[in-house]
């Protein structure tokens, strides 16, 4: 980005990205307990986290990681 840049101005335009880029991980990968479920089953349903990564987990929380949308 900044390779092609005409002005100063793009610094402000990757920063900006950059923030979100960020935002968007953090919230992505929160891995604290009290949202780990939510983590996973996000991961999940983007194809991150496969059924065989679930081995050793019980059903209950199982069910909720695979149940489709809607």
């Known amino acids: 980005m900044l390779r092609n840049a005409r002005d100063a101005w793009v610094v402000w335009e990757i920063d900006g990205y950059l ?3 960020h935002r968007e991980i953090k919230v992505k990968y929160d891995f604290r ?3 780990l479920m939510f983590v996973f089953i996000g991961l999940h349903r983007e194809s991150w986290l496969t059924d ?3 081995v050793g987990l019980s059903q ?3 069910e909720p990681i695979k149940r489709p949308l809607g």
Do not use: C, F
Request: aromatic share 8%; hydrophobic share 25%.
């Open 19 to 21: 923030r979100e880029r």
């Open 33 to 35: 307990y009290s949202v």
């Open 52 to 54: 065989e990564d679930l």
């Open 60 to 62: 209950d929380k199982i």
